[in-house]
């Protein structure tokens, strides 16, 4: 058996806490990205949410070219809805795809404020770009989580 060194020998927990987080900063910073679907929704709720309905739709979405850059309109209320200037019937599904990077403005009367704002980014490179990349996507979607009632 190999002898270990005395540092490692009585502080072997914080070493190997330390080798996990590098390890998933390194896989953090060079891993590809991968999503299962190029597509990112946007919802209209249904009436079962009408009076919830400010409070769930973003005012902003962030998509990112090559990974998600196809947004997916889906329209669950019974009435029709505007998004820039397509008009959603009830029922009707509309995919929006983005091919340059910049940010959009687009007009949707359900949003807070009246308009929707669409962020398309750049395919980060390997390194610090793919790691802030993957850290702003975690914030987003933790920001992004849906709100759920207690049962009961």
Known sequence: MIPLHPILRRRWLPCALVGAFLLAFLWGA????RTPSQERGFTFP???A???RGAMLPRSIRLTLG????????????RPHVFGPLQLLPGQEFRLPFE???IYPVAC???????LTVQVVALPDPGWDRLRWRLEALGQALRTLPL???QG
Do not use: Y
């Open 100 to 102: 340059q990077a910049g």
């Open 30 to 33: 060079l891993a590809p990205l």
């Open 50 to 52: 009408a009076g919830e």
């Open 46 to 48: 249904g009436p079962a």
């Open 148 to 150: 759920v009632a207690p």
């Open 67 to 78: 990974v998600q850059d196809v947004l997916l309109l889906r329209n669950h209320d019974r």
């Open 109 to 115: 009367p359900d949003v807070p404020g009246g308009t």
